[in-house]
């Protein structure tokens, strides 16, 4: 499609050398704005042709002036085809940014779920909890974990205070540990599993 602006260029070169020489010539704007689309053009980002459709308008526009001796507007045909790109580029910018959240989301959680594993684990390996405490942390507690992670940070009081109940429900799991502290932590880990929506 650009191949057709060949001869607008030839044309324009021959009588205006400042093409050749000067970047901020108005044909030099545009074949780099048409360069540039060009290059980052896909079909998924243009499903239905449009921004390909007005390229090529465009060229089809500059390409029908070489057959008279009127200069070919360069210039209008940038502020033409800039007006009409502005809301393609503005939707391109919408979903790189929401391609970009998502990506950094997504690191965010599988970090917080890799720190709260290990942080579970830790506890776990100190403790032989049975399988429906074991599930439970490992489970439903886990992922309140990895939220509280998300929102508050690991230093956070509520994400600690999240820590402590964990280490009251295998506290008050333990028959070992059971015989060494107050009865008082026991009914207060007890009640926190209750508790618990």
């Given at each position: 499609m650009l191949a057709r602006l060949h001869i607008p260029f030839l044309r324009t070169a021959l009588k205006d050398t400042d093409l050749l020489h000067g970047a901020s010539h108005p044909?030099?704007?545009l074949i780099d704005e048409l360069g540039e689309l060009s290059a980052g053009w896909c079909r998924s980002s243009d499903p239905n042709d449009a921004l390909l459709k007005q390229i090529a308008l465009t060229v089809e526009q500059l390409a029908s002036h070489f057959q008279d001796d009127h200069p070919i507007a360069f210039a209008q045909a940038i502020?033409?085809?800039?007006q009409q790109l502005e809301p393609f580029r503005h939707r391109a910018d919408l979903a790189e940014q929401r391609t970009i959240e998502t990506t950094?989301?997504?690191?965010r959680l599988t970090l917080a779920r890799n720190r709260v594993a290990s942080l579970l684990q830790q506890r776990l390996s100190r403790h032989d909890p049975m399988p429906w405490v074991r599930q439970l942390l490992r489970g439903p507690w886990s992922n309140h974990l990895v939220l509280m992670w998300l929102r508050n940070s690991e230093s956070s009081p509520a994400f600690r205070q999240a820590l402590e109940f964990t280490d009251e429900l295998l506290w008050a799991d333990d028959p070992h540990a059971a015989g060494t502290r107050p009865v008082q932590r026991w009914k207060k880990a007890w009640c926190r599993v209750v508790a618990w929506p």
């Open positions: 044909a030099r704007e502020t033409d085809l800039r950094i989301g997504r690191e």
